[in-house]
């Protein structure tokens, strides 16, 4: 039985784990949480401990990759109008001012995700068969409102492009048998090598070709009322609960339809650029309380966290509803949100402290080796989840990840890779 001077004591510690990892660039959750998989029941430690390790380590994960994810990548400045909204950003030298945009997120979600994740939860469970039996029109929806909402004619036909190609990748590929050394037993998934192709490779890529070097980033100053912070964290949490609780849908896409389809698009230094980064900042933290509330009424675990939770529940408590569904965890959901809680405390915190040190760190570094070093990297993990067959597939992924933006559309339609198979059943 371990006692909360414990649980607390491998909460910090994952929460050191998940600053190493959230720093790493290209390293997604997912990666990590199917390395925990496979590693955490041999950990020697209470089972609750050990949980709340992995949890506060999958959480503080989500807060400093968006680090990572502002420097690498950013291409010229002529090109910042096709570019990722945090990118135009840092390209406009307010780099540090996007990482308090992000804490500011993931704050607001984490006050109101936290308050709300409970009675969601049951309401979900209540509507169960009929979301089940739904899901397919849901998702379809999704993905119409999400070509909708792109700005002209030519930017709407790209994305059904886009959605045509990311769905074929999808049923190309997410079947195939795969198997790599970091895949973990029972676990082996084609989603490492599928999402680095399409969300990673291509922005590197682009990045090979550009010039000149990152501008300084000077300006901390919120460039958001408080009025338009609170609007787009809320759109956050809206965005969370969809992530939480519908398969398929990623942060970026629930920010976009939360924001009316204004994030991601306009010139830098435009008011959606900075809603978009709070709005999936937001939705980021508002997923992991939703998930881990999920796995608690529903017996659903929705992310690779809860997926690396419940390898270890065998001695813990069974989860279960009269809906149908049943995991087993360590600990109650109570116990999980407080570790949420403090892991996102401590996750702010870091973001802004190391954030900035961050950013001027990788100005001084030689950008070109730094990028190429980094592809190497996305490349290595893939072939490490999922052997040759894995790095085949990376590298379709990335070719397929390389055309949203030379067609005019948002790479959010990529996630039809997984939406996409869904609703054609």
């Known amino acids: 039985m371990a006692t909360p001077a414990t649980i607390l004591a491998y909460a910090c510690l994952g929460v050191g784990l998940g600053t190493l990892t959230g720093l790493v660039p290209g390293l997604h959750v997912n990666s990590v949480a199917f390395v ?16 709340a390790a992995v949890l506060a380590a999958g959480v503080v994960h989500t807060f400093l990759s968006v680090v990572p994810g502002l420097v690498l990548g950013v291409p010229d400045a002529a090109t910042a109008p ?19 945009l992000s804490a500011l997120g993931s704050g607001i979600a984490l006050l109101v995700a936290v308050g709300v994740a409970l009675p969601l939860s049951h309401v979900v469970a209540g509507g169960r068969e009929w979301l089940l039996a739904a899901l397919p029109v849901l998702l379809a929806g999704v993905t119409a409102l999400l070509v909708l909402a792109e700005p002209t004619r030519r930017s709407r036909l ?23 050394p970091l895949s973990p037993d029972g676990a082996a998934s084609m989603l490492a090598p599928l999402f680095g192709g399409l969300f990673g490779a291509p922005v590197l890529l682009d990045a090979l070709d550009a010039h000149g070097s990152i501008p300084p980033q ?36 629930a920010a976009v339809l939360a924001l009316g389809g204004s994030g991601g698009s306009g010139p830098a230094g435009r008011g959606s650029d900075r809603a978009y980064v709070v709005a999936t900042s937001g939705a980021d933290t508002a997923t992991a309380v939703f998930a881990v509330a999920s796995l608690a009424v529903l017996g659903a675990p929705r992310s690779g966290v809860t997926v690396a939770l419940t390898s270890l529940g065998v001695a813990g408590r069974t989860t279960a509803t009269g809906t149908g569904g049943a995991a087993s965890v360590p600990f109650g959901l109570l116990d999980m949100l407080l570790v949420i809680a403090l892991a996102a405390s401590l996750g702010i915190v870091v973001l802004v402290t190391l954030g900035d040190r961050y950013l001027r760190l990788v100005r001084v570094l030689p950008r070109r080796p730094l990028v190429v070093a980094v592809l190497g990297l996305l490349f290595a993990l893939a072939f490490g989840f999922g052997g040759v067959l894995g790095g085949a597939v990376f590298c379709l992924a990335a070719f397929v990840g390389l055309i949203p933006p030379r067609v005019g559309a948002r790479r959010v339609h990529l996630m039809n890779v997984l939406l996409g198979p869904i609703v054609l059943g």
């Open 36 to 51: 925990l998989v496979g590693v955490a029941p041999g950990i020697d430690g209470p089972p609750a401990a050990v949980g």
């Open 82 to 100: 096709g570019a990722l909204p945090g990118h135009r950003l840092v390209l406009a030298g307010r780099g540090r001012e996007a990482i308090r």
């Open 158 to 180: 790209g994305a059904l492009l886009c959605v045509a190609l990311a769905t074929g990748l999808g049923l190309l590929t997410l079947d195939l048998s795969v198997s790599g």
């Open 218 to 253: 000077d300006g901390v100053t919120l460039g958001l009322s408080r009025l338009e912070a609170l609007r787009a964290g809320l759109a956050g949490v809206g965005g969370g609960a969809l992530v939480g609780y519908l398969p398929g849908v990623s942060a970026g896409v």
